[in-house]
């Protein structure tokens, strides 16, 4: 059982750069260097959308649509931790955003959250105008 935690999360304006991260928890006691490793998002009202997923070794990403011209994910496997860069932040941005892994290759879980094994409880996002 792999325990993620998110953060980095906050109230930022329009325009705005914020890094999220995400690694196991303390008591999880595990590490993420066999896990295809992603990001999700969940605004108000809407679906979890697909932000970003990246390989076990961090050589290849996955952008979800228009996410790669300001998102950036990558992740150190030897500080155990993903993270999400993301810049020019707008109020479409706010969400709840999720980390999430899965043992499976990232060319099998690709965007699919149902694909994803163990998430985390989210960090909220708010961008205001």
């Known amino acids: 059982q792999v325990q993620l935690v998110e953060s980095g999360g906050g109230m930022v304006q329009t325009g705005d750069s914020l890094r999220l991260s995400c690694a196991p928890s303390g008591a999880s006691g595990r590490t993420l260097i066999n896990y295809t490793m992603a990001w999700f998002r969940q605004a108000p009202g809407k679906e979890r959308a697909f932000v970003a997923a990246?390989?076990?070794?961090?050589?290849?990403?996955y952008y979800g649509h228009l996410m790669k011209e300001r998102f950036t994910i990558s992740r150190d496997n030897g500080k155990n931790t993903m993270y999400l860069q993301m810049n020019s932040l707008k109020p479409e941005d706010t969400a709840v955003y999720y980390c999430?892994?899965?043992?499976?290759?990232?060319?099998?879980?690709?965007?699919?959250?149902?694909?994803?094994?163990?998430w985390g409880q989210g960090t909220q996002v708010t961008v205001s105008s």
């Open positions: 999430a892994a899965t043992t499976r290759r990232m060319a099998i879980a690709g965007s699919t959250p149902g694909l994803y094994d163990y």
């Open positions: 990246i390989t076990d070794v961090g050589n290849t990403k």
